[in-house]
């Protein structure tokens, strides 16, 4: 027995999200089928957590229990020619027989891009979010300081969630903007459902004068979803990393 | 009757190429059935030409016979409200009578983008071609020089087509590259089908030392498609502009 920790890039443009299912096109469902073919064991890809349709990954990390013998290198490149050019296996290392990509992960980080205001581009329409309006980036920047610390996120979070415990602890959050395009990359020890896109559309409705600042401290209290800005369409999102 | 001349931005991913097919989603199919809804008229958007599956374009062209009298603005906002997120209208324009986008078209000019050698990535794999090995930038220039001009292109042309005359003239062929990343820009009367991708294809191997520079001045006088590089992918290809 072997447990080997996979960092997987992909673009989640013509995927239905990570997870496996029936008769869907999944990154998880690739990730299986093409391991089967290399070494006919079936093996479950655990997946550092879901990513939705649409969302695209640089580091997602997944642990797989195998009985193979293959040697690393030869995994990492036998796999990326099996699988289609939208998935790619960056790394493949042995990871402690305790080790789990959901359960140990420590930190995640993500990157949200988004072009505000001007005409969408039909060529980044898979990679890009838009915002129509003009923002203030100082506003949204004072607004995202208070999302940092330890805070109860369950405004945050879309409804459909399984999730008992709504206390996550942001570590850093970071605003950029160059030309139309703003970066939003945010770190923390983890993240509810929706909650990175519904940050940013909160945020994006901050900048555009829509929602006051406060909204946000007013959210952890009340745990009012509607009361934050909308969800962001899931195209801008990116898992950049995991850690351990 | 009024004849509309459009110019169109799309992301080719998720499509079928340009042209109409039944049950296929294409750029084509799609801005008909969209102006369609906009004004009840049955119309023909007919391109400058067709584009193949995965091939993006920023400036195609098409005309349009129709006869509401809905302002050229509003079209164009209107039907980018309609239309789905990877095709834009970037502009409406009133033709003359006599104007077909195909027919009328004088010069055109493509892209061609690809990353040599590295790892591929995965979020680039719809709109970067890949070529796994390095290349000699300066030999590829000379070899591209060699296109400009009129010549015989019969063998740069990809069997399936009924196309007569295989005469075109190139009036530009200009190569630039930054890190890994090639972009072939070329500019002609007129393309035969997959011409572009042959080129390319055809210039990557002299780059890389499998196909000789002199390959391009026998193909001209043989016809011989076999004595040239592979078909690129479809997806580092860019319709530039029609210019008429």
Redesign the interface.
Known sequence: MRNLKFTI???G??FFGWQKQNGKRTVQGELERCFYELTKERVSFEGSGRTDKGV?A?GQVASVVCENKIPLKNIKTALNNLLP????I?KVENAEESFHARFSSKRKTYIYIVQVGG?????????IG?FPYDVDLQKMKEAGEMLVGKHNFKAFCSADTSVKNFEREIYSFNISKRGRKIKFEICGNGFLYNMVRIIVGTLLDIGRGKLDKNCIRDAFLTEKRSILGKTMEPNGLYLKKVEY
Do not use: G, I, P, Q
């Open positions: 890039e992909y673009n443009a013509k695209h640089f050019s939208d998935v790619r960056v005409s969408r581009s039909a060529l980044e329409c898979d990679t838009f």
